[in-house]
């Protein structure tokens, strides 16, 4: 069973290699072999909770070399969560962009990079090196900055050139950190670090503090740093938004501060502050921005800064619950921006608009997109019984709970803004009048609305048997994150 | 494009074939001293980058080449990851499973002049496609502005 | 020791030429001077396997470079930075050099590192990969998975650059069977 | 025109300057290494040889993408530049 680990990376590695001979050869194989490969990946993330429990840590040594000269994959509850969201989200997103990509040339150079893109994610959740984590990050985000630009207008270009921008300073900053850390302790090793990493606070902890938090930032898109994600997220082709919003963001961004933070070099009570703070800042400044946007997309990437400010929020406060909730955002984050994404290019394909002004009345003309946009906004905006509102809930208990009315206050509140921008992108793409230019419109090919469906219905499924998914995924997962904050 | 004067032509054909024998040497010598897949891939294509310049090349050649490129790139990825994945059936991925040998000899430390050879294909080759791609480009803008 | 702050001196100053300067082309050749000197600093550190592949890919870089510069044809005009801009980044750099400055003072000294595992690899390394370069030994067979994603990085950017200099990103509108834009 | 030359110009400054800071983020990794007793430590300069290889790709594509974007703004319809807002 340890023996799966370096296959969630191999796997998705051969089959972008293979995509581009194959796509020579016949224009229709690459996306059949995405599909098998994402399908494995989906298959064996949830194997691995049948035969392994998620509790139990499973370490996996490249070349047969113990912990601090070679590397290691580590297998913990957290990680086995992260992969089985990640492999999910990628298998529907594959299936949706077999029909999406058409309108694209190079079809089978998209699968190759997206399968790199899926080698370099599992590659941070799973490794347990500190530069081998480098090394996957740059993988993921290279391969990210090319699909931005995949239309190659000058919109994508320019966005995706921002995004370059900004993503090598963000690496470089986080190499500057590893190189400190390295000096200090001497290995690179996760493990061996948090054991031998000085506990007491100093200018070079600050420092290394800085250089992280500010690098795994401008990845995760928090406020300070979010100019480059509405610019990216308008840009890419669909599915490659539901991608970077639902899983990428989250994995650079939020899984790297967690690991490093909590796991490695251990929180002080003021990183603690400083985390829930930068979340605050995004739920009202990514929900205040969101509400005035015209363009769907732009208005669900900048609803993306706010749900992944919650995430911050609840892991800042640093009590179990706070934690649970977080990660359990995370995860219902995972599920319902990817639907909406999705539906958000349903639509654009049918209407070649991303103007909320120039639709309407949608609702009679694509009555499935409608439904599953209305899940999602459902969710998303916290209401029972969708998984959203057990997330919210918790966060804002756990807020109380801590004694910070205030952030509980701006917790609702960021609530209530992501429920009204919702109702204003239903209200203006589905209702109303529909404009005399739409009149054609059909609804989206079968394979898309397949995509969408099944998410809904996982949005509402994760909803319902709540009790279910937090005992069997959620828990294993928290307790790790748990660890770091005993004192 | 065309190529440069008859100078730069045989001063080239004695050089490339130099600069290909270093980059060989350089990359399957990784193990004993310094160099390595990379240095010796990017060495190579520099050399072929160098070939291309000085005679130059036609359309349709450079459209073949850039085919023949592509899959000698995939050829060298596909041939790390395969070293990886047989010393993965052989124990654990990247599992070092030829014998080590004598230190200091050329075939020696098992499968790392494997790797350096795989390394050096892909890199030579596709930084080779790099460059072709680059000129390509550079020669449709200029049409379009003309 | 003299020269290696001679050298870093002539890296500083190339560095500075090289965002300040007008033209386009000189500011790439003065990316050039940077990546040689650093060449040489590499050298003098006793790290010769970085210092080759430090020169072939500066080598490469340039050719590139300038082959894109030329390409553009871009004229010197040149925006002047406000004055604003340069006030914060001057700030911005002390405040952080200063940070760093003391945050530096509680690093291990240079030339004195931490080498429990540097020991352990020099005195177990080539024994056991039977690569007499130890870099080498470290980079393909204990940290192998390191190089591995180092040439998919490499990989991912070299089918980058095909997809973006494609001649065109979108079918036309009846090569496609979907209604729409 | 001139307004896409200076977007075009901008980018590839900082482009430069990302260089530029590279070898000096760089540097610290490759600090403990020297003098030592017998050997230098060969563990950095594995790693710095892995973000050799990783500036590299990030420079052509980078290049590749000013190049893409110069083509488009240098021949496109100049009014349309900035498009995009924060």
């Known amino acids: ?487 | 494009m065309s190529g440069m004067s008859l100078v730069v032509k045989v001063v080239t054909r004695v050089t490339a074939a130099f600069i290909f024998i270093f980059g060989c040497y350089v990359s399957l010598t990784g193990q004993l001293e310094l160099g390595g897949g990379f240095a010796g891939g990017i060495i190579i294509a520099v050399g072929y980058i160098l070939y291309v310049l000085a005679y130059g090349k036609s359309e349709a050649e450079i459209e073949t080449s850039k085919e023949g490129a592509a899959v000698v790139m995939c050829l060298g990825m596909i041939l790390f990851l395969m070293l990886a994945l047989l010393g993965f059936i052989g124990g654990s991925f990247f599992n070092n499973f030829l014998p080590k040998g004598q230190a200091g000899e050329i075939w020696s430390a098992g499968i790392i002049p494997l790797c350096n050879l795989s390394i050096m294909l892909e890199v030579g080759a596709g930084l080779y496609l790099v460059f072709l791609n680059f000129i390509t480009f550079n020669v449709t803008v200029r049409e379009e502005k003309e | 020791m003299f020269l290696l702050y001679l050298l870093l001196l002539f890296i500083l100053i190339g560095a500075l030429i090289a965002v300040e300067i007008h033209n386009l082309l000189s500011s790439v050749i003065a990316v050039g001077t940077i990546g040689l000197g650093l060449c040489i600093v590499f050298l003098l550190l006793g790290a010769p396997d970085l210092a080759i592949t430090q020169l072939v890919v500066e080598i490469l870089v340039l050719i590139i470079l300038i082959r894109a510069t030329l390409a553009s044809s871009m004229p010197d005009t040149y925006k002047g930075r406000e004055f604003l801009a340069y006030a914060v980044t001057i700030l911005f750099i002390l405040f952080f050099g200063g940070f760093a400055f003391f945050a530096f003072k509680s690093l291990p000294p240079f030339g004195e590192p931490m080498l429990q595992l540097a020991n352990r690899y020099i005195y177990e390394g080539w024994q056991k990969t039977g690569a007499t370069n130890l870099v080498a030994g470290i980079m393909l067979d204990f940290r192998s998975l390191d190089m591995l994603g180092a040439a998919t990085v490499l990989f991912a950017a070299i089918v980058g650059t095909l997809v973006i200099l494609r001649k065109k990103g979108r079918k036309e509108v009846n090569e496609r069977d979907e209604p729409g834009s | 025109m001139i307004v896409g030359i200076v977007i075009m110009e901008y980018a590839v400054n900082l482009f430069l300057v990302s260089i530029g800071y590279r070898w000096g983020g760089v540097d610290p990794i490759i600090e403990p290494n020297i003098y030592n007793l017998t050997y230098v430590s060969p563990l950095p300069q594995a790693l710095v040889v892995c973000t050799i290889i990783i500036g590299l790709a990030t420079t052509i594509l980078a290049v590749a993408m000013a190049m893409r974007i110069y083509e488009k703004y240098g021949t496109f319809d100049i009014t349309k530049i900035r498009k995009l807002k924060g």
Not at chain 1, 85 to 106: D, F, H, N, P, Q
């Open chain 1, 1 to 487: 069973m340890n023996h799966w680990l370096p296959l969630f990376i191999a796997i998705p590695l051969g089959g972008a290699i293979l995509s581009l001979p194959l796509g020579k050869l016949n224009r229709k194989l690459p996306p059949w072999l995405a599909l098998v490969v994402s399908l494995y990946l989906l298959l064996t993330a949830l194997l691995l909770y049948f035969i392994k429990s998620p509790e139990a840590i499973s370490v996996y040594r490249i070349g047969g070399w113990a912990a601090p000269l070679g590397i290691n994959l580590v297998l913990d509850g957290l990680s086995q969560m992260l992969l089985l969201v990640v492999s999910l989200i990628a298998c529907l997103v594959t299936i949706y962009s077999m029909v999406y990509m058409e309108r694209y040339t190079g079809k089978e150079k998209y699968f190759t990079l997206y399968q790199l893109m899926l080698v370099g994610m599992n590659g941070v959740v799973l490794t347990g090196d500190l530069f081998n984590l480098f090394v996957f990050l740059e993988i993921a985000a290279i391969s990210t900055y090319i699909l931005v630009a995949f239309g190659t207008e000058a919109e994508e270009l320019e966005a995706a050139f921002r995004y370059l921008i900004i993503g090598s300073v963000a690496s470089l900053f986080i190499l500057f950190g590893v190189g400190l850390v390295f000096s200090v302790t001497g290995t690179l090793n996760l493990a061996e670090i948090a054991s031998s990493f000085p506990r007491e606070p100093g200018n070079l902890r600050t420092l290394i503090t800085v250089l992280f938090l500010v690098g795994f930032g401008m990845k995760a898109a928090l406020v300070p740093f979010h100019a480059w994600l509405p610019d990216a997220h308008t840009a890419a082709p669909a599915p490659v938004s539901a991608t970077l919003s639902g899983v990428l963001i989250k994995i650079l961004g939020i899984y790297c501060l967690i690991r490093i933070f909590y796991n490695v070099l251990g929180v002080s009570p003021q990183l603690l502050y400083v985390l829930s703070l930068l979340g605050l800042i995004s739920i009202l400044v990514g929900g205040g921005l969101a509400l005035v946007q015209w363009d769907f997309k732009r208005l669900l990437a900048y609803s993306s800064i706010s749900q992944v400010g919650y995430i911050l929020l609840g892991i800042g406060l640093g009590t179990p619950l706070g934690i649970g909730g977080g990660i359990f955002h995370l995860v219902n984050h995972a599920l319902f921006k990817p639907l909406m994404f999705l539906n958000a290019g349903a639509i654009e394909t049918s209407t070649g608009t991303r103007e909320l002004k120039a639709m309407g009345g949608l609702a009679k003309k694509m009555p499935v997109t409608f439904i599953t946009s209305l899940f999602g906004s459902l969710s998303i905006s916290g209401l029972p019984p969708f998984n959203g509102f057990w997330s919210k809930l918790f966060i804002i208990v756990a807020c109380v709970q801590a004694g910070r009315f205030w952030a509980a206050l701006i917790a609702v509140l960021g609530s209530v803004l992501t429920l009204a921008y919702f109702l204003k992108f239903l209200r203006y793409a589905f209702f109303e009048k529909l404009p005399p230019a739409l009149e054609k419109v059909k609804e989206a090919p079968g394979m898309m609305i397949g995509v969408t469906v099944t998410l809904a219905m996982l949005c509402l499924l994760v909803g319902v048997f709540f009790p279910y998914v937090a005992a069997a995924i959620l828990n294993p997962a928290v307790l790790v994150v748990l660890e770091g904050v005993k004192p």
